[in-house]
């Protein structure tokens, strides 16, 4: 259960990232720089966070015993 917790976060967050680039792109294009800074802001947050995310996944996944 706990492995579907860091897969919806690192899926959330990544696609947190795809629209924060869209935006800031549309933002640079429409020369409003105060937004650009704003939006990259968040999807660097939301990267940091979606990293994190996957160091831990990666932590839980592999120190549990698979007995299989």
Known sequence: MANKK???II???VAINV???QWTV???LGREY???VLFSGIAIIS???AFI???YWKKVEYATDHDE
């Open 6 to 8: 860091y897969w919806v």
């Open 11 to 13: 899926f959330l967050t």
């Open 19 to 21: 629209v924060m680039l």
């Open 26 to 28: 549309e933002s640079y």
């Open 34 to 36: 105060e937004q650009v």
């Open 47 to 49: 990267a940091s966070i």
């Open 53 to 55: 995310a996957a160091v």
